[in-house]
């Protein structure tokens, strides 16, 4: 048990900055996810923890001490990594044992440790097999045993569920969930599965080229992106632009109360979820317009509307609309979010 | 389909491998065989009388001593091959295709150059004619293929295998017993298997370094062809086959199944 803190965290790479001046704390018994596109930094970040990684600026504190001249097998940080890399010539319990093993822990101690935690991992029973007999979910979890039996201070992990089909991965990331709470293993996910990052952490950290984004908790990131690229990277794709006049901001599209947004004329944009722009074929609301394209996608359909100079696109379980079709929409105030910053364009 | 295909080959595989074998069994059965009868007129022991009581001593040192030689070959260019196929298979660095081709020189130009300017500096060295020598030239015809079977086998390699085991608590020299040889084991293998038998068979370049005094196997067998008694060649050729052969039919057994690279 531990927290983890990373202070202005510079990574380099072949000369160029991959990670740059990165700040993140994870509390004791928390789980936070790392989340962001391929090529963000992400495992970086996280290879740099583990210490196989040494950044060019920065300090990184596993449970308040500095661990930056630590060597990597040292560190009570182990890492889990996206391919499981079980040592073939092992079986499944010599692979959890391995770490137990290279710290000299002694035989019944092991042992029971280890039966302790097949049983977490649902893996009771399967100790002696070879780890080509395993199933891509059980080596997964192999993988995941042999970090958590030696009781780090922080378990990293990194895309551990991007190999797994969707049904397999619901089924690990609940797993996953369970043993973190359970445990109360200071965790640190990295994803660049939104969905995952969302259900399964306390907190989300957004990073995009290499920088920090937005850190809060899921809802947050969600409903209060701090910024278009936040927002665009959580499905967002709607954008308006109004300017704030006397605590209101005005657009062609909304007037919404920012009682809270100080400056008089300037230009702001906006953002609304898809999902939260409401469509009707009839004249219940004010603006007007076409029907350019419709997905179907299953439990909701997915509309691009032509509204005036915009083009929005609208998330509903209604089905029956056709391109071409002239529709009103309405764009509720309470859920537009005004984004802090003075943007120019978007 | 697959029956008849299997038959082919396995026919065609006892045709030209086998076939010349019986023939030298043949031969090394028979105390006289003269050339256009099909079978020899006299059969006896003759020449494994030879083998083991007359030359048995001499054959035995000569065995020896080339056990020896290929074993410490093999060993030294394992371990030579081992850090500089990891480099080559694992890292990007300028010169790397000058260093391939040569690696291939000594494949390329006729063993017989190689040994004879290897011979001066030998010489000036003090190796010529020593054990130290020949294994010294030897190991230029072996290097070249065991850093290049195992620079495959890197190629191959995930080296992610040994952070996570750094993260798991080995400290990094560690790794290399416990995560990298075990993991590269089989192609370590092929290597030493592909020196030894390149040893095994060196005749110019030990006769040249050794100058008689490194007496190996096939020095002593062009020594008795030379002196026309075919049935005692004969017998110490299948002598010299055998260990070779056991060798080989011991790794194919072991590593059947196994891919060379013995990852994924």
């Not at chain 1, 048990?1 to 993140?24: A, C, Q, R």
């Not at chain 1, 690990?172 to 640190?188: K, V």
């Not at chain 1, 076409?290 to 089905?319: P, Q, Y």
């Not at chain 2, 001499?58 to 081992?82: D, R």
């Amino acid at each position: 048990m531990g927290d983890l803190i990373l202070k202005n965290l510079t990574i380099h790479y072949g000369g160029e900055p991959v990670v740059n001046d990165f700040n993140l704390e994870v509390r004791n018994g928390e789980m936070v996810s790392l989340l962001g596109p391929s090529g963000a930094g992400k495992t970086t970040v996280l290879k740099a923890v583990a210490g196989l990684i040494k950044p060019s600026k920065g300090e990184i504190f596993i449970d308040g001490q500095p661990v930056n001249n630590l060597a990597a097998e040292k560190r009570s940080a182990v890492m889990v990594f996206q391919k499981t890399l079980l040592f073939p010539f092992l079986n499944v319990e010599q692979n959890i044992a391995f770490g137990l093993r290279m710290q000299g822990h002694k035989d019944a101690d092991a042992r029971r440790r280890i039966e302790q935690i097949l049983q977490l991992t649902e893996l009771t029973g399967l100790g002696r097999r070879k780890v080509h007999q395993l199933s891509g979910g059980q080596q997964q979890r192999v993988s995941l045993a042999r970090a958590l039996v030696l009781k780090p201070a922080v378990l990293l992990l990194d895309e551990p569920l991007s190999n797994l089909d969707a049904n397999l991965r619901q089924q690990m990331r609940e797993l996953i969930q369970d043993i973190q709470a359970e445990t109360r293993i200071t965790t640190l996910f990295v994803t660049h599965d939104q969905a995952e990052a969302l259900m399964i952490s306390h907190r989300v950290c957004l990073l995009l080229n290499g920088r920090l984004r937005q850190t809060g908790k899921p809802r947050e990131l969600f409903y209060l992106p701090a910024d278009p690229e936040v927002a665009r990277f959580f499905g967002g794709c709607n954008f308006i632009q109004g300017r704030v006049k006397d605590g209101v901001f005005r657009s062609e599209f909304a007037n919404v109360p920012a009682p809270q947004a100080n400056g008089n004329g300037h230009l702001r944009t906006a953002t609304i979820r898809p999902e939260d722009i409401l469509l009707s074929p009839d004249a219940n609301y004010g603006l007007h317009g076409k029907i350019a394209k419709t997905n179907f996608e299953g439990s909701a359909t997915r509309i691009w509307v032509n509204c005036r100079e915009n083009r929005f696109v609208v998330l509903t379980s209604d089905n029956d609309y056709t391109p071409g079709q002239k529709v009103r929409i309405h764009l509720p105030p309470d859920k537009i979010r005004i984004f802090p910053c003075e943007t120019e364009s978007v | 389909m697959r029956p008849i295909k299997q038959n082919v080959i396995s026919t065609a595989v006892i045709a030209t491998v086998g076939l010349p074998f019986v023939v030298l069994m043949i031969w090394s059965f028979s105390n006289r065989w003269f050339y256009p009868e099909l079978w020899p007129r006299q059969w006896g022991f003759r020449a494994w009388d030879y083998v083991f009581g007359t030359a048995g001593f001499q054959i035995m040192a000569a065995l020896v001593q080339s056990v020896l030689v290929a074993v410490v070959t093999a060993l030294i260019s394992v371990a030579i091959g081992i850090p500089a196929g990891r480099a080559l298979g694992l890292y990007e660095f300028k010169g790397k295709d000058l260093i391939s081709v040569i690696l291939t020189l000594p494949v390329i130009v006729p063993p017989l150059c190689v040994a004879m300017g290897l011979h001066l500096w030998f010489i000036k060295l003090g190796v010529a004619s020593t054990f130290l020598g020949v294994v010294l030239v030897h190991l230029t015809f072996c290097l070249p293929y065991s850093v290049f079977v195992l620079w495959g086998v890197f190629s191959n390699y995930n080296p992610d295998y040994e952070g996570q085991a750094r993260s798991l608590g080995v400290s990094s020299w560690k790794v290399i017993v416990r995560v990298m040889l075990p993991l590269t084991f089989p192609g370590i293998v092929v290597a030493a298997l592909f020196s030894f038998l390149l040893s095994w068979s060196q005749y110019l370049s030990t006769l040249i370094i050794g100058g008689g005094r490194v007496t190996t196997l096939p020095i002593l067998l062009f020594a008795l062809m030379g002196s026309g008694d075919r049935p005692v060649a004969a017998a110490v050729s299948i002598v010299f086959v055998a260990p070779a052969f056991v060798a080989l039919a011991f790794s194919a057994r072991y590593l059947g199944g196994k891919s060379i690279a013995g990852i994924r």
